[in-house]
């Protein structure tokens, strides 16, 4: 293993050697390839931005699951409903919350609904 870390090292070093690489790099660069390093996670897309939600009912997967991708797409998720509630997000026996919604005429939507808003 440690012959392979070795003969893989030696390689690149090799590569950024020659000439021609380091022409071919900076042709690249001259193109507008970024050459910097931004981020190992892609930023989830802002889609529930200025959005506020209720979570209720029995869902198939956890509620954090379900706040965690509300908050990182710039949602936000709030325990009651207003009418200033953009959606709520309903499992089965969703008890008085979707009432509520049901009479501010605010959107309901399934866990199959929700997952197509946040392809």
């Known amino acids: 293993m440690i012959n392979e870390i070795e003969d893989t090292f030696s ?3 090799d590569y950024f050697e020659n000439s021609e690489n380091l022409n071919i790099i900076t042709e690249l660069q001259l193109l507008g390839l970024n050459m910097k390093y931004i981020s190992s ?8 931005a200025d959005m506020t939600f209720v979570v209720t009912g029995t869902l198939s997967k956890t509620r ?3 706040k965690r991708i509300i908050t990182e797409s710039g ?8 009418k200033k509630t953009s959606y709520v997000l309903v499992g089965d026996n969703p008890g008085s919350k979707y009432q509520k919604a049901m009479d501010l005429g605010v959107e309901i939507l399934t866990e199959n609904e929700f997952e197509e808003l946040v392809k």
Do not use: A, C, P, W
């Open 64 to 66: 954090d699951y379900y």
């Open 11 to 13: 390689e690149l070093l």
């Open 41 to 48: 996670e892609i930023e989830r897309v802002q889609v529930f």
């Open 75 to 82: 949602g936000k998720v709030t325990g009651s409903v207003s």
